[in-house]
């Protein structure tokens, strides 16, 4: 097994995937797939599944049964940190930055997995507020800060495929912009990123396919070419 990137084609497949937290059954046959230097987003209210179709790809869930490959790899039965080595890394919701560590030490934590990651030199360039706090502990930064930080955190490591969750949640418009100037960079750079995103006006100028989720189920899939023609389905079923 490889954890080189082939060129070309397929990146992630999920395949009937479901999951499942103790005895409550959460994703009911998820579908979905990501070509290399796609970005796809998972939509949907709050409870739909979208968070947890990202951990079950990590296995960071109770049990999980179905297929994922990924970069032509079996995932399912592997361990998360087998997964994460073989090159995809993980954005939570929670950020997970370690409070007592500066910005630069909670950059440097995350193991290098593959050639090609960020240097902190770029990283830095890329998010200038990280060099300007660089020697802040992590209970220091703003909320934009510390979910800059944690993106940062896995630029350094190589990963190409990216699954970022609600990065936008309860930051300000101008840290959002930023986001996005930043998301379209990585695409630019051939980075595969799936995005769960509440925050449809965010999320709909940067995707090349979103899947909408609702009770465990993907309930439609919009191409970014029918993104206009489907608007008025999307909002109804997010209530937005």
């Excluded at 059954?25 to 796809?40: A, K, P, S």
Aim: hydrophobic share 40%; charged share 20%; glycine share 12%.
């Amino acid at each position: 097994m490889s954890s080189a990137f082939k060129p070309g084609g397929e990146m992630l497949c999920v395949t009937d995937l479901h999951a499942f937290y103790g005895e409550s059954h959460i994703l009911h046959g998820i579908d979905l797939q990501v070509n290399r230097g796609e970005l796809i987003t998972l939509l949907g209210r709050n409870g739909s599944g979208r968070s947890t179709t990202l951990k079950a790809i990590l296995g960071l869930v109770g049990k999980r049964t179905g297929s994922i490959m990924f970069n032509g790899n079996e995932v399912t039965r592997m361990q998360p940190h087998t997964i994460a080595r073989l090159g995809i890394g993980y954005c939570p919701e929670e950020r997970g930055i370690f409070a007592g560590l500066s910005t630069e030490e909670n950059l440097m934590l995350a193991p290098v997995v593959a050639s090609g990651g960020m240097t902190l030199d770029e990283i830095y360039t890329v998010f200038p507020n990280l060099l300007e706090r660089r020697n802040s502990p992590g209970t220091r930064l703003s909320g934009g800060e510390q979910q800059m930080l944690a993106m940062a955190r896995i630029l350094r490591t190589g990963a190409k495929v990216l699954l970022l969750d609600e990065i936008t949640e309860g930051l300000a418009p101008v840290i959002v912009k930023k986001l996005g100037e930043v998301i379209r960079l990585l695409k630019s750079r051939g980075y595969t990123i799936v995005l769960v995103e509440q925050n449809f006006r965010f999320a709909a100028p940067l995707a090349d396919r979103h899947y909408v989720l609702e009770h465990g189920h993907v309930v439609m899939t919009v191409q970014k070419s029918e993104l206009e023609a489907r608007t008025g389905d999307l909002h109804d079923l997010l209530g937005v």
